[in-house]
Nanobody, 120 residues
Framework: QVQLVESGGGSVQTGGSLRLSCAAS?????MAWFRQAPGKEREGVAT???????RYADSVKGRFTISKDNAQNTLYLQMNSLTPEETAMYYC?????????????????WGQGTQVTVSS
């Protein structure tokens, strides 16, 4: 059983930055960040596999960076140039199998989420 605990959310103004963290217990092959705004479906933001290969949603390319500290078993998401439309609950997800998919059902493990609010 893998447990995921997110942290680092908060409130920023448009154009600001935040760094999210996700501490994982146990081995994971693939880790990912998703986000869900009120009334909207959960959408994939970025994924990273055990080899460090990453994939990003088109909407965040060039602004967000996903990384992982294998020694600490912690996943990060550096978010720059944030916009109000990116206000959402951000979730960490993990799976032991295939990676680089943005389908939530492909991930077996989820954190509780951390709120990100971007004001104009």
């Amino acid at each position: 059983q893998v447990q995921l605990v997110e942290s680092g959310g908060g409130s920023v103004q448009t154009g600001g930055s935040l760094r999210l963290s996700c501490a994982a217990s146990g081995y994971t092959y693939c880790m990912a960040w998703f986000r869900q705004a009120p009334g909207k479906e959960r959408e994939g933001v970025a994924t990273i596999d055990a080899n460090g290969s990453a994939r990003y949603a088109d909407s965040v390319k060039g602004r967000f960076t996903i990384s992982k500290d294998n020694a600490q078993n912690t996943l990060y998401l550096q978010m720059n140039s944030l916009t109000p439309e990116e206000t959402a609950m951000y979730y960490c997800a993990a799976d032991l199998g295939r990676c680089h998919t943005f389908y939530p059902l492909n991930y077996a493990y989820w954190g509780q989420g951390t709120q990100v609010t971007v004001s104009s």
